[in-house]
């Protein structure tokens, strides 16, 4: 391991730089909950963030307060981190896998005389 | 493990953004949760000199401004948090080793708001210095710190143009109101100059925030960035900065400077700034009077949850 003896904005050495001993853990904290905001009507909802809270209702009334300050919403998905499932990136190799060898299923794969227009 | 620390820098070397589940070298973990939960710190300590104006602001408009200005850092320092939340630290942690003085947070918010002007000076140097390092880090290597920094830089412009326009009238004002505007710029320029830490010079090491793209500008050429760039705008407010040796270079086309004071640099760094222990004592007794509303309200939700699988 190296020492990173450069210093940078806002971040001011503390002598190691390890911030993250297991001495606190989130045991206490209120979960944490991943927001989805739909832009406006018409459009998905997208993953703008996180927040903590204690339930639900608190968890959409925080999101309001801190991802739809300028109007960027119209609707707001909670969902507790907890009960996301994701794929891992270690298997991506494999697990996408099928896809990459099938380039025929692209437009572009196929050659058509110019005479086509739009197609 | 060597393959493993090729292929990451491999894709750090191609602009291949690194997510929570990627692998990383524990170093670069580390680092992130240092530098992202200090700029988090600064965000939430930051809010302590501007309140202190909140109640006393001139109109009602500033007060309005004032307040969604402090809200708005409010709501940065939670994306921050979250950003080294991915990284696998714990909130509480974080706000742990902030109470402890083991965490730092910018150096410029232990200096006092003395007068009005201050918010307008804090407006256009403190959140314009802090946005010449932000947009540099909407292109960090780790995605969700560069995605939190693209959603702050968004927001922070209002702030910096709040503070300009709000010199600007203190500057066409009365005569003791055009020596406030020039004493905020007096007192806030030095210590502006110093968030952007100390120099290149004395970094005697490798620069693995550099290598690692954590960081793609260094603290001179972000200062000397600011330096030209206030240079110019201070003379639209018809004031001056305080340093006699500010010169245009022609041969650089870059403002030259004056000598910052590094002694008062790192005794603030180290705790003995003019509000250092007035702003930790801020945090930790808002911290401990909000203990009970935690408390409450999880349990609430617990007991909640409970009636809801009774009735179902």
Redesign the interface.
């Known amino acids: 391991?190296?020492?990173?003896?450069?210093?940078?904005?806002?971040?001011?050495p503390?002598g190691g730089?390890?911030?993250?001993?297991?001495?606190?853990?989130?045991e206490?904290?209120?979960p944490?909950w991943e927001v989805f905001i739909r832009h406006k009507q018409g459009l998905d909802h997208k993953h703008?963030?996180?927040?903590?809270a204690?339930?639900a209702n608190?968890a959409i009334e925080n999101a309001r307060?801190?991802y739809t300050?300028?109007m960027e919403g119209v609707s707001i998905w909670v969902v507790e981190s907890k009960n996301i499932h994701?794929s891992?990136?270690?298997d991506a190799g494999s697990f996408y896998d099928p896809a990459q060898d099938k380039i025929y299923r692209h437009p572009t794969f196929y050659d058509l005389p110019d005479e086509v227009k739009h197609m | 493990m060597m393959q493993h620390e090729q292929l990451f820098q491999s894709k750090i070397d191609q602009e291949v953004k690194i997510e929570p589940l990627d692998w990383m070298p524990d170093a670069y973990r580390k680092n992130l949760v240092r530098q992202i939960s200090q700029h988090a710190h600064s965000e939430i300590v930051g809010m302590l000199p501007e309140g202190n104006w909140i109640t006393r602001a001139p109109s009602l408009k500033r007060k309005a401004i004032l307040l969604a200005k402090v809200q708005d850092e409010a709501g940065h320092g939670l994306y921050l948090y979250s950003a080294a939340e991915t990284l696998g630290t714990s909130r509480d942690q974080m706000i742990e080793d902030l109470h402890s003085g083991k965490a730092k947070y910018s150096s410029i918010f232990n200096y006092p708001t003395l007068t009005w002007a201050d918010m307008g000076a804090i407006g256009w140097l403190v959140d314009g210095a802090a946005i010449l390092n932000q947009v540099m880090l909407c292109r960090t290597s780790y995605g969700p710190y560069a995605r939190a920094m693209v959603r702050i830089c968004k927001e922070e412009s209002f702030h910096q143009r709040q503070g300009f326009e709000s010199l600007l009238v203190l500057s066409k004002g009365t005569e003791t109101q055009k020596q406030m505007c020039q004493d905020a710029i007096n007192r806030w320029w030095w210590p502006s100059l110093m968030m952007f830490g100390p120099k290149d010079a004395d970094s005697t090491h490798s620069d693995q925030s550099m290598k690692w793209k954590i960081k793609r500008k260094s603290n001179d050429e972000l200062r000397q960035q600011f330096i030209d760039m206030i240079a110019g705008q201070v003379k639209l407010l018809g004031m001056t900065l305080p340093d006699p040796d500010l010169k245009w270079n022609e041969e650089r086309k870059h403002y030259d400077f004056g000598e910052i004071d590094w002694e008062e640099f790192w005794a603030v760094v180290k705790g003995n700034g003019p509000c250092n222990k007035e702003r930790l004592a801020a945090r930790k007794k808002a911290w401990d009077d909000g203990a009970w509303v935690r408390e409450a309200a999880k349990v609430y939700a617990e007991k909640q949850s409970k009636k809801i699988l009774k009735s179902a």
């Not at chain 1, 391991?1 to 001011?12: E, H, P, R, S, T």
């Not at chain 1, 703008?48 to 903590?52: A, K, M, Q, R």
């Open positions: 391991m190296f020492a990173i003896n450069k210093y940078y904005y806002g971040d001011i503390d730089g390890n911030t993250s001993n297991a001495q606190f853990s989130a206490n904290e209120w944490l703008v963030g996180s927040l903590h204690a339930d608190m307060d801190v300050r300028r994701a891992q990136p270690e």
